[in-house]
């Protein structure tokens, strides 16, 4: 089953359709919102073609970005997503501070 943190996650890329989100915590892999988590939305004043429709019914933790994007989580384990690019509903990009000792 899904951790609820995901789940979430995916409705507030879904909702932001194009932005970001910084400062997201990570605790045992998963993402967790808490009052450091900073939502932020894009729009294009005058878009030249209608927007994409978003994924539906969870689609969007089936996309290759999400799947890279929990890899990455839990490889992390705990820590902080510091910017997280959303693109159409979707994570595209995200900004994380490697732990390892190089």
């Not at 932001?16 to 910084?22: A, D, K, L, S």
């Not at 994924?55 to 510091?82: A, Q, T, W, Y």
Request: with cysteine; aromatic share 6%.
């Amino acid at each position: 089953m899904m951790n609820s943190g995901w789940v979430q996650l995916e409705k507030k890329l879904k909702d932001v359709g194009y932005g970001e989100i910084r400062s997201l915590k990570v605790h045992d892999g998963a993402p967790v919102f808490d009052q450091d988590t900073r939502v932020f939305k894009q729009r294009l004043l005058n878009p030249p073609v209608p927007p994409c429709s978003h994924p539906d019914n969870h689609d969007g933790l089936k996309s290759e970005g999400f799947k890279e994007l929990i890899r990455v989580c839990e490889e992390m384990g705990d820590g902080v997503v510091e910017k997280l690019v959303i693109q159409n509903g979707l994570p595209q990009r995200v900004k994380f501070e490697d732990g390892r000792n190089c």
